[in-house]
């Protein structure tokens, strides 16, 4: 049964930072392009940033240089350091998995960015 437990969200002031996990099991990690997306209420889910199993990394342009995407294959885990965070980046963050084949989606965990 595959498996993705997103972790590390929270409430944090402008400015903060936070660091969100995703362990992932039921899959062979390291062959997975690993994934963080956000989706707030009435809007389309929207891509993140996005990590190879050979640790080529990509990110949407309003995170650029905020965020950093890693994973750890030894631990089956992605993480996302979040850093600068604005008011803006308030929503659920979902982590994602997917090959040629298949995509699974973590449940989300809450980030609000919030005075």
């Known amino acids: 049964q595959v498996q993705l437990v997103d972790s590390g969200g929270g409430l944090v002031q402008p400015g903060g930072s936070l660091r969100l996990s995703c362990a992932a099991s039921?899959?062979?990690?390291?062959?997975?392009?690993m994934g963080w997306y956000r989706q707030v209420p009435g809007k389309q889910r929207e891509l993140v940033a996005t990590i190879t199993g050979g640790g080529s990394t990509n990110y949407a342009d309003s995170v650029e240089g905020r965020f950093t995407i890693s994973r750890d294959n030894a631990r089956n885990t992605v993480y996302l350091q979040m850093n600068s965070l604005k008011p803006e980046d308030t929503a659920v963050y979902y982590c994602?998995?997917?090959?040629?084949?298949?995509?699974?989606w973590g449940q989300g965990t809450q980030v609000t960015v919030s005075s």
């Open positions: 994602n998995a997917r090959n040629v084949r298949n995509i699974y």
């Open positions: 039921g899959i062979f990690f390291r062959i997975y392009t």
